[in-house]
């Protein structure tokens, strides 16, 4: 299964390969992902062309080799800057070459006082590089958490491929039909969504209302760190609160490996994995 960590660094973390000044931080994520049986993530964080993009390729491989785990880097793009700064740093990334470690683009941060349709140029030069020189630099936008109810709406306009939160895309008929038709995938943060009353409840959470309309929805933890969530707690909510049946919930699961921005070769080697992992599980509880 997968999840993402919007976790931004202050500093040059990719000095030391050898995780001198983060291997405290580096060590306790991918324990905590080795124990919920995690196999991919996609981490969010601030990428920049001094550190190089074999310094990315070397902390995958190295996080590969000790933990197991595939470590796909996410460029976050803060909304609280200025589009003209933003614009900027997009055009740093792609002076950066195409490469299956840095995988995708996501504007992160408060979408009420920062709705993402100010960063329309960015986002329309990104979306043009995609189809020439950057294949791989997929985009995500952080959109109906909060703010207007066209916010979704508008990060589809600016070429979203994946929409994080999405809870008030329920309030929007055309853009939720659009969605559906078009399988536009979904990541849900419900324990993010009910600490920050996003969502009144876990039964007025539209999660299980998106899914079963057909559009590919995944869990997520939003931050971990912060909300003191895991893919396992989302689970566990969701089973006692909702009336979700186990396959559903496996679709769910499925669908954060499906939805990712990890190249061909890596999702269908993850999926394969989780899909005999699923299957041990079955064998071992029959009645689900």
Partial sequence: SKTTFNTVFKKDSFSDFKFKVDEAMWNALLLRAQKEKITYLEVTQTVNSKNGVDKYATLKKNLKDKYGIIVNSIAAFDRRLSPELIYAQVQDLLTMPANDSIVGVNLVANEDLH????????????????????????????????????????????????????????????????VRLNKIPIEVNIISNLILEVSSSIE?????????????????TDDEGIFQSSLSKECELIVKNTDIYYSELKEMILNSIRNSFAIESEKQQLLKKLEDDLSTFEKNYKNI
Wanted: a positive charge; proline letters at 5%; glycine letters at 8%.
């Fill in 115 to 178: 709705p993402a349709l100010q960063f329309k140029d960015a986002y329309s030069l990104l979306a043009e590089r995609r189809k020439t020189t950057h294949p791989q630099l997929h985009s995500t936008i952080h959109a109906g958490e909060k703010g207007d109810v066209y916010n979704v709406r508008n990060a589809l306009v600016m070429g979203a491929q994946r929409i994080g939160h999405g809870v008030l895309l329920k309030d929007d008929l055309l853009s939720l039909e659009y």
């Fill in 204 to 220: 007025a959470h539209p999660f299980l209302y998106y899914h079963r309309l057909g559009i590919p929805i995944s869990l997520s």
